[in-house]
């Protein structure tokens, strides 16, 4: 994880509650998979780092691009890369930041 990230919460169309990750350029480089009525549960969603028991799922898009899933130990969806990569170790490094550990 890049210490020189910030997480930015806001809420979407719905009024629900998401949170996003940008790197020092601005880019989004991480984000929320759903949103959240409560901010809390936004903000305990975005504050989640390594966890061991958590899956995370790398796969091609239509595009041919990688990208990352993060799943629960209860198999919800918990977190998503915010773009593809023409690299999976592109897409891994990604998912690094988010608490991804090989």
Known sequence: M???DKFE???DKKGEYRWRRLAT???IVGSSSEGYKKKSDCEANMNRGHVPTDKWEFYTDKAGHYRWR???QNGQQVGRSSEGYTK???AEANA???GYKA
């Open 96 to 98: 690094a930041r988010q």
């Open 88 to 90: 999976k170790a592109d």
């Open 2 to 4: 890049s210490e020189n």
């Open 25 to 27: 350029n601005g880019k």
């Open 70 to 72: 993060r799943f629960a």
């Open 9 to 11: 919460v806001y809420q």
